[in-house]
């Protein structure tokens, strides 16, 4: 029988990150997010940065980004404001309900890292994850932040 492949076992794995923080957020009441919208709030965060930078970033359009945090703005999670280094600039401030949805998601990642190392021991869990950096590294030298 043939091994999966690496990006089919990455992208199993981000699935179940992605869908038990997703039911985190919705068990905390924050029920109008998508998990479109998740991808905002990754690690390290938006806060501070223009819209451009958080579109490359993730990966996504600029006219994708755009329709994404015109929604945040709507539902009260962010505030695009001038920036306080460059007026003519706009950067995304975080609103409390936005800091309260970096929480919930940074707690569940946590929440499923300890989950993990304890079903395959810390030192290999710190392993995966050193592993997982180099090759992160290596796939794209310039990083994603």
Request: proline share 3%; net charge negative; charged share 30%.
């Amino acid at each position: 029988m043939e091994s999966a492949l690496l990006a089919t076992l990455v992208r199993r794995l981000h699935l179940v990150i992605r869908d038990r923080v997703h039911a985190d957020l919705e068990a905390a009441g924050h029920t109008e997010l998508t998990i479109a919208h998740m991808y905002v709030f990754e690690t390290p965060g938006p806060e501070g940065l223009r819209p451009t930078e958080l579109a490359a970033r993730t990966n996504t359009t600029k006219q994708a980004m755009n329709h994404q945090l015109n929604a945040l703005e709507q539902l009260g999670y962010l505030e695009r404001v001038p920036s306080v280094t460059d007026r003519r600039a706009i950067v995304i401030r975080l609103t409390d309900k936005g800091h309260d949805v970096e929480r919930i998601m940074r707690e569940r990642a946590l929440d499923l890292e300890r989950e993990w190392a304890g079903a395959i021991g810390a030192a290999r869990m710190a392993d995966l994850r050193q592993l997982l950096a180099d090759v992160n590294f290596v796939a794209e030298p310039d990083g994603l932040g």
